[in-house]
């Protein structure tokens, strides 16, 4: 039998007998009625639902035999009958409902079952986790948080202080034993994790990223480690200096959010965007001279209209955003024993548009004329700004936003040259907070 055809006869058979009582004179009246019950407002779509409640796991008496419950449990624990006095051994389920945190204690079963009908997979209350999860994201470094509850009652009756101790003892001891399973892979040597920074540096097309692992690789036989984190994947470049290095691609038009997840993981202290930009002052610089952002002035066209003269007039909508005074420092303290091209320290300007025009160049080069340079980054510095992570920029020049082809010779050079320069700075050691 095929459920939805059951489905459409009931309804069909029922919307029959509605409309057969159903006999209304107005014509206006009844062309909307007819109209209604043609559209199924009497019988709504079927619904149709995955559960999600329970995942199988061992049976009691394979956990007996694998020493995780005590032999006794194989007697106790069964389901038995008067056909079957011995009973037979009962198989356990794990729940993977979702636990709902409050800031009060929840008493009134009435306000538990509002909550279920907004959200049908809850089926535990506690007051802990979301106040810990919220401290653990409001500091500069996130950590991820799990809640590990063993029932101690039920809402809306009274709490047997014996079984509250022994869920506490449960919670207690599955704590105990997942952290002995090395589900959290901790480092080998606490004492050097807590020495070491983590860097991530983000690079936004492919010769950035290939510029980065042929410089930072650790030899041609020796492919860096990939960590597949949410959609991107995070390459492991290894300790340089007192700090474990990793890199990411993120293409100009993605969102900055997907980072969130790896930025979550790894927990760097510090993200570094290292590649190329457009120059903004052909008499002050070179092409692939290097820039170092103190600040970065976002833009977003909010709207353009037509000048005095006819021409386009555009209305910016802009954001300033500051470097860590601290990391910018570093850089700059790295910069005098640099024996390669020339670095320059100042703002940048970003957007989400390449530039290839040297008119409008030139009028966002009015919003501040000590402007350098820019990039299409502009996603990604306000995302880390938000989230209180440290962030630079480090770009060199590969072309001046005129329109002109860009060299590849050229390219190829400023992003070794701002890739060296990174790597100079990290070597250095203490880039960043830990």
């Known amino acids: 039998m095929n459920i939805f055809d059951y489905r459409d006869r009931l309804t069909d058979d029922y919307a029959s007998y509605v409309e057969s009582f159903i006999q209304i004179r107005d ?19 079927p619904l149709l639902q995955l559960n999600p409640l329970f995942a199988q796991g061992d049976s009691i008496d394979e956990l007996v035999a694998q020493g995780v419950l005590h032999q006794e449990c ?3 624990f069964r389901k038995k009958s008067q056909d079957d006095p011995a009973g037979r051994t009962l198989r356990l389920h794990k729940h993977q409902e979702s636990i709902a945190s409050s800031n009060h204690l929840m008493r009134n079963p009435l306000i538990l079952k509002q909550w279920r009908e907004i959200a049908r997979t809850v089926v535990v209350v506690e007051m802990e986790a979301a106040g810990v999860y919220q401290a653990a994201q409001a500091i500069e470094r996130q950590y991820p948080v799990m809640a590990i509850r063993g029932i ?3 809402v809306g009756l009274e709490r047997d202080p014996q079984w509250t101790a022994y869920a506490c003892q449960t919670a207690a001891a599955f704590a105990y034993a997942f952290l002995l399973t090395d589900s ?9 994790a807590l020495s070491r920074a983590t860097l991530l540096l983000v690079t936004t097309n492919e010769l950035e990223a290939r510029t980065v692992l042929a410089l930072f690789g650790q030899g041609p036989e020796q492919k860096p480690a990939r960590r597949f984190i949410g959609q991107n994947v995070y390459y492991a470049l290894g300790t340089i200096g007192d700090a474990n290095v990793f890199m990411v691609r993120m293409e100009p038009d993605q969102p900055a959010e997907i980072l969130w997840e790896g930025v979550q993981a790894l927990a760097p202290s510090t993200v570094i965007a290292v590649g190329l930009a457009f120059g903004l002052h052909p008499a002050r610089l070179r092409l692939g001279d290097i820039v170092v952002s103190k600040q970065v002035l976002r833009y977003e066209i909010r709207r353009i209209s037509t000048s005095i003269d006819g021409g386009p007039e555009y209305h910016f909508r802009l954001q300033h955003l500051s470097a860590p005074r601290r990391l910018y420092d570093r850089f700059r303290d790295a910069a005098l024993d640099w024996q390669g091209t020339e670095v320059h320290f100042g703002p940048l300007l970003s957007g989400s548009i390449v530039i290839a025009e040297s008119e409008f160049r030139d009028r966002l080069l009015q919003l501040d004329s000590a402007l350098l340079g820019g990039d299409v980054n502009a996603n990604l510095y306000s995302f880390m700004a938000e989230r209180n992570v440290n962030w630079i920029a480090v770009k060199s020049i590969c072309a001046w936003a005129d329109g002109s082809k860009i060299d590849e010779m050229e390219e190829a050079t400023a992003a070794e040259n701002a890739v060296r320069f990174v790597q100079h700075v990290i070597e250095q050691g203490n880039v960043s907070e830990r």
């Open 27 to 45: 014509r206006a009246i009844r062309s909307y009625v007819q109209q209604q019950l043609d559209q199924g407002v009497l019988w709504p779509d």
């Open 74 to 76: 194989t007697r106790i």
């Open 184 to 192: 959290l892979d901790p480092p080998k040597s606490a004492s050097a």
């Open 152 to 154: 101690s009652d039920i």
